[in-house]
């Protein structure tokens, strides 16, 4: 069965361990450091943790597979792969509108994202010059705000993380986007593994681990601090495909510069895994520090830049602990918001023969001006909501509760219900029962779990 004979023009991973590093570079980020412990500590711990992880396992590692088998199937950029496959199989040219579903999320995505890696980056030196040193929580607080409250400071910071993720991704495949995470994501394991070493030093890591492990059943029905069952459930949802890297074409197009040769199950299995595991390591880094000086868990999306801070700043080496961890924190975003520009770039060097500098300029470009206005709504813009969101809280709700389960969504029905299962047969190599069981997942169950989350935020039920 020849069915696979495009090679990529962008070139291939070096090796199948450089598609893994790459991908849990992608996976690993923002949603796993900074976001992850304050929606836990927002939603109540332990239910959240249990449910979140659930959806990983059934709804995450499916749709990843499916990802990953679409872009090495089509081997470009997400829309001409869709488009290819649509031409290829006689599949309806409206499916092409998945890769532009992508490319949109991918925009918003960054624009943000950016700004806030741009706190890591401003908290690097801050860190180090000693600024939280034995500073109440309150103190922390207000240096944090007052970051925000500096428009060109935080411009500055959205410029200098997004000028650092051109210089990767201007550099192609090989030589931009796998020497990157050769060396950032061993340094990025390495940091973790001292921070947890730390935090368990700070004493509260019993407490910590009860906190994230130990869902009451109560809670776990009444939606923890999310309010309902069906709140704690769309949370999870959101987070699951946004740690994954799901629903936008990130994964996907990493797919497509995988060997036909490397398994994508197995692949998948270890990339979620690896997110999950830093995901809650992450946690125990965090919670400790936070649980041993007293500080509440619910700050909100302040917890690693006020709480953590302040928590730091109370114990012994804190600056120079600290300071690692908002280097970790930065490297961590660098190797996501690469792979959340590559898509697109992709697309323009394929489409328009540009090169890569040019589309990766453009792309870098397009996403900074955007974020431009995120950075203002903290600040100067403040005023400016809807539906009592300021424009970047709007983005964040628009990519995390609409348009990554959304594309979730439609990779599922696309790879289960409308691609021959023989493409999915050829890519994946399962054993047959194997095969059917994830096709079981992807038909059904991912399908009906979005379908219901999303009907159950409505209020439907
Ligand atoms: N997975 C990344 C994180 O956890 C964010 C991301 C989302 C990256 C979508 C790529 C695509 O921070
Ligand atoms: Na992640």
């Not at 400071?153 to 995470?181: D, P, Q, T």
């Not at 770039?345 to 040019?358: I, K």
Request: hydrophobic content about 55%.
């Amino acid at each position: 069965m020849a069915l696979n004979q495009r090679t990529s023009i962008h070139g291939q991973w070096g090796s199948r361990w450089a598609f893994i590093l790459a991908a849990t570079g992608s996976a690993v980020g923002l949603g796993n450091i900074w976001r992850f412990p304050y929606v836990v500590g927002e939603s109540g711990g332990g239910a959240f943790v249990l449910v979140y992880q659930l959806f990983v396992l059934a709804i995450g590692i499916p749709v990843m597979m499916g990802e990953i088998l679409l872009g090495r199937h089509g081997r470009q950029s997400p829309i001409n792969t869709l488009k290819s496959l649509c031409v290829d199989y006689g599949t309806h040219r409206l499916w092409t509108l998945l890769g532009w579903l992508g490319v949109l999320a991918g925009f918003i995505i960054l624009s943000f994202y950016s700004v806030v890696a741009g706190w890591s980056l401003a908290y690097v030196p801050m860190t180090a010059g000693g600024a939280f040193v034995d500073a109440s929580a309150e103190r922390v607080g207000e240096i944090f705000q007052g970051l925000l409250d500096r428009p060109l400071e935080l411009l500055l910071w959205h410029s200098v993380f997004m000028a650092m993720c051109f210089a990767v991704v201007s550099r192609g495949v090989r030589s931009g986007l796998e020497k990157a995470v050769r060396f950032l994501m061993p340094a990025l394991f390495l940091l973790l593994i001292l921070l947890v070493g730390y935090g368990m030093g700070a004493g509260a890591f019993a407490e910590s681990l009860h906190y994230l492990f130990v869902p009451s059943l109560r809670e776990l029905l009444a939606g923890g601090e999310a309010g309902s069952l069906g709140a704690l459930m769309l949370g999870a949802v959101g987070q699951a495909f946004f740690t994954l890297s799901l629903g936008m074409g990130a994964i996907m197009v990493y797919g497509s510069y995988l060997s036909s040769r490397s398994s994508i199950p197995q692949n998948s299995v270890i990339i979620a895994g690896s997110d999950t595991a830093i995901a809650l390591i992450a946690g125990l880094a965090v919670f400790p520090i936070v649980f041993a000086v007293g500080l509440e868990p619910d700050s909100g999306a302040g917890l690693v830049f006020i709480t953590l801070s302040a928590g730091f700043g109370q114990m012994p080496a804190g600056a120079l602990f600290g300071t690692l961890f908002f280097v970790l924190l930065s490297f961590a975003a660098w190797t996501s918001a690469i792979s959340i520009m590559e898509p697109a770039t992709a697309y323009l060097v394929e489409n328009r023969g540009w090169s890569r500098r040019r589309g990766a300029a453009v792309v870098a470009l397009a996403a900074w001006a955007m974020g431009i206005l995120s950075a203002l709504s903290l600040n100067v813009m403040s005023g400016l909501t809807v539906a009592g969101m300021g424009f970047m809280d709007l983005m964040e709700f628009l990519t995390f509760a609409v348009m990554l389960p959304l594309g979730g969504l439609l990779v599922a029905l696309y790879v289960g219900w409308v691609l021959p299962r023989r493409v999915a047969e050829a890519e994946l190599q399962l054993s047959h029962p194997v095969f059917n069981a994830w096709l079981m997942l992807i038909r059904w169950l991912v399908p009906l779990a979005i379908a219901l989350v999303f009907l159950n935020a409505l209020g439907v039920f």
